[in-house]
C-alpha cells in the first residue's frame, strides 16, 4: 500500500531563487487590487491553490495568470532560507507569509501543522508538550496574519490510497484506493486501538486547544479521515460521517471548532454533498473547502476530474454560494493529464488548470443567476 501523509507532503525543496524571479514591479496595492477582483470574480470565495512540494515557479506562475492568489501549504523554514529555526516559531511563519506576499500572493492556510502527531492522536506520552507546541504555533499564526489551520485526526496512516496511476478519462492517471489490497495487513508498531479511545484523545485536545485559539482568532478545520473505512491496521478512523463531524462540533462549541469539507471524502462515505454543505455551512462551521470528486465508495474508489464523478457539482457550488461560505476554497486530487509529471500523484499543475477553470465557470454562472 502507498500511505501518503498530509504531514509529508509539506517535505518543501529550497527553490526559493529560481521562484524569487518571477517578482514583478507590481505594487502591494496593485496586488491587493488583483487579489479582491478575484475574490468578486470567484462569487466571494477565496480560491486557493496548494504548495506542498516546493516553492515551484511555475505553479507560482500560474497561480497568477488565473488570478487565484490564495496560497494553502505548510511552514518550511529551509523553503525560504532559514537554518535551524523551528516551523512553529514566529520567524519561520513570518518569512513564509511574506515570500509570497513578495509575489503577490496571500498565504492563508495551513495544511500539515507541526506538533501535531502520534503522540496527541493516540494519547501517548509526551502528547501534553505537542499540544503545548501546537498551541503557541497558532498564537504565532495569528500574530503573522494567518487565521485557518487545517488538521487531521488520522495517526500513523494518513492519506492512504493503494494506487497512485490508474488510467482515467483519456489515460489521465488518477490516485484510487481498495480496502481488500490493506484488510490484511499487520498492525503497526502502535498496535491495536479503539474507537472510544481516539474519540477521547480528540476530546482531549480539543478542550485544551480549541479556546486558545479562539482567544486569538484562529479557525482550526479538521479534515475527514480519508479513506473513510473503519479502520487500517488496527488505528480506527473515526471522522468518517456527518455524524462525527456533527459530534465534533459540539465537544467544544465555538467558532474557532469547524471543519474542512473535502468533497471527495464526503462523497466517498455516502453522504449528500449539498445536504452537508447547507447543515455545517448553515452553522458556519465550514473553515476550509476541498473542492473534488470521486467514483466508488469508502471501500473502493478512485479520484476523477471535476466533471466526470458522481457529485452535482453545480448543486454543490451554488449551496456553497448561498448558505454564504465565503472562505479559502482549494481544488484537490486533480488528475495528472497529457504533457505534466505525476511526481506529486494530484497535484499536477496542469490538472489545476483544469479544475479551476471548471471551478470559476460554476460559481460566475452561479452568482450571475443570483444577480439577475
Known amino acids: 500500500m502507498m500511505e501518503n501523509s498530509r504531514r509529508n507532503f509539506i517535505k518543501n525543496t529550497a527553490l526559493v531563487t529560481a521562484a524569487s524571479a518571477l517578482t514583478g514591479p507590481a505594487s502591494v496595492a496593485t496586488s491587493q487590487t488583483r487579489e479582491m477582483a478575484g475574490y468578486a470574480q470567484d462569487g466571494g470565495m477565496k480560491f ?23 496560497a494553502v501549504g505548510g511552514i518550511n523554514p529551509q523553503s525560504v532560507g532559514l537554518g535551524n529555526v523551528k516551523n512553529w516559531e514566529y520567524e519561520a511563519i513570518v518569512a513564509v507569509r511574506d515570500f509570497w506576499a513578495k509575489h503577490g500572493i496571500t498565504y492563508r492556510v495551513i495544511e500539515g501543522p507541526p506538533s501535531l502527531y502520534e503522540k496527541t492522536k493516540l494519547g501517548l506520552d509526551g502528547k501534553d508538550q505537542e499540544i503545548e507546541t501546537f498551541i503557541r504555533f497558532i498564537q504565532n499564526l495569528s500574530k503573522a496574519g494567518i487565521d485557518t489551520v487545517c488538521y487531521n485526526w488520522m495517526p500513523v496512516i494518513s492519506w492512504a490510497r493503494t494506487k497512485l496511476d490508474k488510467p482515467s478519462r483519456g489515460g489521465a492517471l488518477v490516485s484510487s484506493f481498495d480496502y481488500e489490497d490493506v484488510k490484511d495487513k499487520p498492525l503497526t508498531q502502535y498496535g491495536d486501538f479503539t474507537h472510544d479511545t481516539m474519540w477521547k484523545n480528540l476530546e482531549y485536545f480539543l478542550k485544551a486547544v480549541v479556546p486558545e485559539a479562539e482567544k486569538v482568532g484562529v479557525k482550526l478545520a479538521l479534515h ?10 488496527g488505528i480506527p478512523r473515526i471522522m468518517t460521517s456527518s455524524n462525527a463531524f456533527k459530534r465534533l462540533i459540539e465537544i467544544v462549541p465555538s467558532e474557532s471548532n469547524g471543519i474542512t469539507l473535502c468533497q471527495g471524502t464526503f462523497a466517498t462515505m455516502g453522504e449528500d454533498i449539498p445536504s452537508a454543505i447547507k447543515y455545517f455551512g448553515s452553522r458556519k462551521k465550514i473553515h476550509f473547502v476541498h473542492f473534488r470528486d470521486v467514483r466508488g465508495n469508502k471501500n473502493n474508489f478512485e479520484e476523477t476530474f471535476h466533471d466526470d464523478g458522481k457529485t452535482d457539482m453545480y448543486e454543490a457550488m451554488k449551496t456553497y454560494y448561498e448558505v454564504g461560505f465565503r472562505g479559502p476554497m482549494r481544488p484537490d486530487h486533480v488528475p495528472t493529464v497529457a504533457g505534466d509529471s505525476n511526481e506529486h500523484a494530484g497535484y499536477s499543475n496542469y490538472g489545476a488548470l483544469f479544475a479551476i477553470g471548471y471551478m470559476r465557470g460554476l460559481v460566475e454562472s452561479i452568482a450571475k443567476a443570483h444577480r439577475a
Request: with cysteine.
Open 48 to 70: 486557493c491553490l496548494a504548495h506542498f512540494f516546493g516553492m515551484d515557479p511555475n505553479r507560482i506562475a500560474l497561480s497568477k495568470q488565473m488570478n487565484v492568489l490564495g
Open 224 to 233: 475527514p479521515d480519508d479513506p473513510p473505512v473503519d479502520k487500517i491496521q
